[in-house]
């Protein structure tokens, strides 16, 4: 699909505030409520935007312990990542999983009630995921900046 | 806070897949009247648990071909306010996500851009030029799953 300049512009809008309702959307992006209506169907029938999601406050829900781990697994094994991965996705408090081609091979970030919690879910259930080589954790201090927004 | 039952959990589910649902299409979908379900949805906003909504685009089809994730740390802390760097590093627009952590790094960096020349171009301009940047380490994303989450 061809993206123009005044797709860009249309999503750029709808990423700085999705709660935008299309008509003052087109008014921002100086269209008519039926072409920016149609140009954002167009953009969902084409799979450029995925998707309108909620975002869930973890911390809101009692989830106050946030760790990124980052995994080195032992490649010699030849489904070391398809095992590693399936098994990864069982683990409820896993809410991102990344392969990465670099120093680090997969990384978990996962979401613990405490410290207690986290050292339960390490020992119970990260330490006994298959084929790990070595693993280092990076635990999240504060956000500063996380929108994740693309600059188009 | 009134702890969260399985209703309250579906509801969650069904918002961090889609958003743009009514109240009344996830009433339907869950067996529930449209103001019972708006009511759950309102009291889950008032509980600050639901937080907003965010856009998930294709990067890729609107060419952003490579993302990275960088580790950084600082070479000379106390001589650089950690509130300057911060504040240089967020302004970045490549740079979608700013965290301050504990362990090997001091900050964890989600960038994107165009190809890797792109990365390098930003990389080497606007990072690596920012003040007090030490060692950087940077791992490309091959593949990324967001998962449900324990609801």
């Known amino acids: 699909m061809q993206i123009d300049a005044?797709?860009?512009?249309l999503l750029r809008y709808l990423q700085a505030d999705p709660d935008l309702p299309t008509a003052d959307l087109a008014d921002k992006a100086g269209l008519t409520q039926a072409t920016c209506w149609r140009r954002l169907e167009k953009l969902r029938a084409e799979g450029v935007l995925r998707a309108t999601r909620a975002v869930i406050d973890w911390a809101a829900l009692g989830y106050t312990v946030e760790v990124s781990l980052r995994f080195t697994l032992d490649k010699t094994a030849p489904r070391a990542f398809d095992e590693f991965l399936d098994a990864a996705r069982d683990v409820p408090e896993v809410t991102e999983i990344q392969t990465?081609?670099?120093?680090?091979?997969?990384?978990?970030?996962?979401?613990?009630?405490?410290?207690?919690?986290?050292?339960?879910?390490?020992?119970?259930?990260?330490?006994?995921?298959?084929?790990?080589?070595?693993?280092?954790?990076?635990?999240?201090?504060?956000?500063?900046?996380?929108?994740?927004?693309?600059p188009l | 806070?009134?702890?969260?039952?399985?209703?309250?959990?579906?509801?969650?589910?069904?918002?961090?897949?889609?958003?743009?649902?009514?109240?009344?299409?996830?009433?339907?979908?869950?067996?529930?009247?449209?103001?019972?379900?708006?009511?759950?949805?309102?009291?889950?906003?008032?509980?600050?648990?639901?937080?907003?909504?965010?856009?998930?685009?294709?990067?890729?089809?609107?060419?952003?071909?490579?993302?990275v994730f960088l580790g950084v740390k600082l070479a000379t802390k106390g001589r650089v306010s950690l509130e300057d760097f911060e504040r240089a590093v967020s302004a970045i627009p490549e740079v979608q996500s700013v965290q301050h952590v504990l362990g090997l790094y001091d900050y964890r960096l989600r960038v994107v851009a165009r190809d890797i020349a792109d990365f390098e171009r930003v990389l080497r301009r606007r990072?690596?030029?920012?003040?007090?940047?030490?060692?950087?380490?940077?791992?490309?994303?091959?593949?990324?799953?967001?998962?449900?989450?324990p609801i």
């Open chain 2, 127 to 149: 990072i690596m030029t920012m003040p007090g940047v030490g060692n950087v380490e940077a791992n490309v994303l091959l593949s990324e799953e967001r998962r449900p989450g």
């Open chain 1, 100 to 150: 990465f081609l670099g120093r680090v091979d997969v990384r978990l970030n996962i979401i613990a009630r405490d410290m207690a919690h986290y050292q339960q879910l390490y020992r119970d259930q990260i330490l006994q995921l298959p084929h790990i080589a070595d693993i280092e954790a990076l635990m999240l201090v504060s956000n500063i900046k996380l929108d994740e927004a693309l």
């Open chain 1, 6 to 9: 005044t797709d860009r512009r």
């Open chain 2, 1 to 67: 806070m009134t702890p969260l039952d399985e209703i309250d959990r579906q509801i969650l589910r069904i918002l961090s897949e889609d958003a743009t649902q009514s109240a009344g299409a996830i009433g339907r979908k869950l067996d529930m009247s449209q103001p019972a379900t708006w009511r759950r949805i309102k009291r889950l906003q008032d509980d600050g648990i639901l937080t907003g909504r965010r856009v998930d685009l294709d990067q890729e089809a609107l060419g952003f071909g490579v993302t």
